[in-house]
């Protein structure tokens, strides 16, 4: 076993953690387990904080096979309007739309890292974009723009042979 940054997997604190669990409940719980490493969240904190989770655009193109629907959302955060501040907010969702699941989830903007985790679990539970469609906002947050992206920006086809 190696575990960490040293295995050079996905160099991320959280997920050393996942494969110490996955390694301890192995060798010494007697359950077999393999750490998952299908859709962790990551965060970039910079100024403006970035955060995705899932496939990028790109990714979703060379992986999956069938068309993939973009939504795209570009904004003044409420709390920015008010204030008058110029900072301005970026999200994108990607939907596989044979099978309606949210492939990717990507932000830019204040309090990214924050509202990526949450997304996180949702994409671990194979979240729809319907079930995104049906959940109601926290008004005013910028979160609220995850579950009110209605209009599709673009549809993009995918190239690979993956279908879920």
Known sequence: WAIGDVADRI??????????????????????????YQNVASAVFCQP??????????????????????????????????????????MKLLVHHESDRVVGCHMVGPDAAEIMQGLAIAMKCCATKAQFDATVGIHPSAAEEFVTMRTRARQVEGKGAAKL
């Open 11 to 36: 160099n991320l604190t959280p997920v050393a953690l996942m494969e110490s669990m996955a390694f301890a409940k192995t060798a010494f719980g007697g359950q077999p387990t393999k750490p998952d």
């Open 49 to 90: 904080p970035l955060a995705s989770v899932g496939l990028s655009e790109e990714q979703a193109i060379q992986e999956l096979s069938g068309p993939i629907d973009v939504y795209v959302s570009k904004f003044k955060p409420m709390k920015y309007t008010i204030s008058g501040r110029d900072e301005r907010t970026l």
